[in-house]
């Protein structure tokens, strides 16, 4: 069966550090992958999604990156934190679902980074 | 950019009670979704519908895909305490997505269960 694992869980950083957040899918190859973002709770934004190894596009202007260096790696950065990168990020990977023209979205177990 | 309109915003019912909740788009989707978020902890998968009309159920739950293909449905029956959570509808829409698996996601659901 497929998985998913994201790390850290947690994650303090003052502002200006740099960050990585890593995921990794087990049990699937050639998955699409993607990173999201949750603030408050509510409100899924997808940030990167790749679509194969080096393939990454970007959903919205911010002061993250992403990178897919492996094919089930995935791997969102910063340089310089700031205040507003603050949130929840969600890993996650999909398929597409068979007979079915649409994807099943599966979600990691979220890391939750506070910038002080 | 699209959007999914997901009512009721926040619920607070009696254990015991039905819930019904429900996502509309102003376009046509190939996919429905609907996934429950624990406080802390990533969404997890409940439901996933394909065909227009199709209707599935997992346990209590019971998910209908819109025979317009542009709403979906949830309903949780005899609700228990630990139903308690944020309920998030997603679609991929027919045009625009291609093989990206691009959802677009319902701004949540959130369900209280008094004992």
């Known amino acids: 069966s497929q998985t998913i694992h994201q790390w850290p869980a947690t994650l303090v950083q003052p502002v200006g550090s740099p960050l990585s957040l890593e995921c990794t899918v087990e049990?699937?190859?050639?998955?699409?992958l993607y990173w999201y973002r949750q603030a408050a709770g509510r409100g899924l934004q997808l940030l990167f999604y790749s679509v194969g190894i080096g393939q990454i596009s970007s959903e919205v202007p911010q002061n993250l990156s992403a990178s897919r260096p492996q094919d089930r790696q995935f791997i969102l950065s910063s340089k310089k934190l700031l205040l507003s990168d603050s949130g929840f990020y969600l890993c996650?990977?999909?398929?597409?679902?068979?007979?079915?023209?649409?994807?099943?979205?599966?979600f990691g177990e979220g890391s939750w980074l506070t910038v002080v | 950019g699209q959007q999914l309109n997901q009512s009721p915003q926040s619920m607070f019912i009696q254990e015991g009670e039905d819930v019904s909740m429900n996502c509309t788009s102003s376009s046509i989707f190939n996919t429905w979704l609907w996934y429950k978020q624990d406080p802390g902890e990533g969404p997890v998968l409940l439901i996933a519908l394909y065909k227009a009309g199709e209707l599935t159920s997992n346990g209590r739950l019971t998910a209908q895909f819109g025979i317009t293909r542009k709403d979906s449905f949830l309903n949780i029956s005899a609700s228990i305490p630990s139903d308690v959570g944020i309920y998030f509808c997603a679609g991929q829409p027919r045009r625009g997505s291609g093989n990206t698996g691009k959802l677009i996601f319902g701004q949540g659901t959130t369900l209280q269960v008094k004992p």
């Open positions: 049990g699937t190859s050639n998955p699409n």
């Open positions: 996650a990977w999909s398929v597409l679902s068979p007979g079915s023209s649409g994807n099943t979205i599966y």
